[in-house]
Antibody, heavy 119, light 107 residues
């Protein structure tokens, strides 16, 4: 079945880096844009970044621009989020999500991976 | 950025009640709005796309409607398994943005 599985979440100190990965299965990966969406503890949903199906287009939320980098490997059906200069406000569950009928919509979500930024 | 104003932030209703949630966009987003359901500790699940279309497999008690920049989500007869937080999301413009969420509880 269609599935997204995130990994890489951890507890890290402010200013450090972390790389999240999302492994996809059950669909033709190279046809879809992929997003990262996060949710701080007890808070709502915040879109983080998107990468187009062929990796040629990448967009970021202002809150992470210049610190986070999204990438994908269509040969391995994976999408990654490199997070540098982590801050306390980056603490959240990070979800990988597949585009829906329009590329800025989400119709398949992973289970999420927790990132905690704390000294 | 387009602001999505969702209300109420929480509600309590009885099983069988009709429940309504609204979302207002700060500018025209055409029909480009989704509704998601998120249960505690779980990922969001798409219920409604393009403002009023039911995602495959979603019960017909869920519905959505658009009137200009105002969007309404309805549960026609609340069931115990509908306890969750519901979010609207616009996908007309970058960045995609979400409403603040509505937590639905059983009275």
């Amino acid at each position: 079945q269609v599935q997204l599985v995130e990994s890489g979440g951890d507890v890290v100190q402010p200013g450090r880096s972390l790389r999240l990965s999302c492994a996809a299965s059950g669909f033709t990966f190279s046809l879809y844009g992929l997003h990262w969406v996060r949710q701080a503890p007890g808070k709502g949903l915040e879109w983080v970044a998107v990468i187009s199906n062929d990796g040629s287009e990448k967009y970021y939320a202002d809150s992470v621009k210049g610190r986070f980098t999204i990438s994908r490997d269509n040969s391995k059906n994976t999408v990654s989020l490199q997070m540098n200069g982590l801050r306390g406000e980056d603490t959240a569950v990070y979800y990988c999500a597949r585009q829906g009928r329009q590329w800025l919509a989400f119709n398949i979500w992973g289970q999420g991976t927790m990132v905690t930024v704390s000294s | 950025d387009i602001q999505m104003t969702q209300s109420p932030s929480s509600l309590s209703a009885s099983v069988g009640d009709r429940v309504t949630i609204t979302c207002q966009a700060s500018q025209d987003i055409d029909k480009h709005l989704n509704w998601y359901q998120q249960k505690p500790g779980k990922a969001p699940k798409l219920l409604i796309y393009d403002a009023s279309n039911l995602e495959t497999g979603v019960p017909s008690r869920f519905s959505g409607i658009r009137s200009g920049t105002d969007f309404t989500f309805t549960i026609s007869s609340l069931q115990p398994e509908d306890i969750a937080t519901y979010y609207c999301q616009q996908y007309n413009n970058l960045p995609p943005t979400f409403g603040g969420g509505t937590k639905v509880q059983i009275k």
